[in-house]
Every structure is written in C-alpha cells, then in structure tokens.
C-alpha cells in the first residue's frame, strides 16, 4: 500500500460531507483530516492540517471555492486542489476555466460518485489532473475555434 492520502472536504452540505466522508474513508489510502463547511474554514483547516489534497466545493458560503483555493495553494503550494461543481456540467463555464487556471488539478460534479470521487483525489495526488469526459470534451471543442 502507499503513502495515505490526507484530505480536507468543503462544502456547505453537511449531508453531502457526512456521506462523503464515511465512504473516503473506507478507502485504504484516504484519510479525512478534516471538515469545513464555508470557505474561511476550509482555508483555516487547510492551513492547519496541510492536506495533501482539498475538496472544495467551488460555492462556499463567505468565500467561493477558487478563492478560499488561492488561499490554501498561498499557504502551501502542496496541497492539490479538486473543484466541486453544484451544477451539472453542460458547457464550458468561466468557473470552471477560472478554476483550472488558479491551479485547481480536478473538477467534478457534485453528481460524482463516491468512487469517482476516490479516483480523482487519487490521480491529483499522484501528480494527474481530473476532468470529466463530458468537461474535457466541452473544453476540446473550444479549441476548435481558435485561429
């Protein structure tokens, strides 16, 4: 087995953290080092925890996802930073773009399966990005019209 994987969860859905984080940590190699549910606390335990990765949902309450994730790589440039998105993803949207650029290394649905979730902490971690097949397609095709 690996090196665990230390995450912190944030998300203003207390059901989703609580269901998320009883199947991480049924993973061997994940564990839960902490929780926040608005976005001065997930910089807050970050800062105290230095997780390895952040799972951050990209709406928090007091301050969003991208930027409470500034503040966190600010703090320790370690951390790798994977998005939830509340919204389904349809289209390329300046959240997810903004995202990637701060130097988030995932994005996911809020949809996400648990396993799926365990998957893209796992890539991001061993130094991947993660980008649902339906967002990297969206973002393909945005190349396309460039001259």
Do not use: W
């Amino acid at each position: 087995m690996g090196k665990i994987i230390r995450v912190v969860i944030a998300n203003s859905d207390h059901s989703f953290v609580d269901k998320l984080v009883t199947s991480l940590q049924s993973q061997l190699n994940i564990q839960v080092v902490g929780t926040a549910f608005d976005g001065p606390g997930a910089t807050e335990i970050c800062a105290d925890t230095l997780p390895d990765v952040a799972l951050l949902s990209l709406h928090l309450p007091g301050v969003d996802g991208i930027k409470a994730a500034k503040s966190i790589l600010d703090t320790n440039a370690q951390t790798e930073i994977l998005i939830v998105a509340s919204h389904q993803i349809n289209s390329v949207d300046e959240y997810a773009l903004q995202a990637l650029k701060m130097g988030a290394k995932g994005y996911l649905p809020l949809s996400a399966s648990p396993g799926v979730v365990a998957q893209a902490i796992q890539q991001v971690f061993e130094g991947g990005v993660y980008l649902p097949a339906e967002l990297a397609s969206l973002m393909l095709s945005e190349f396309d019209r460039l001259p």
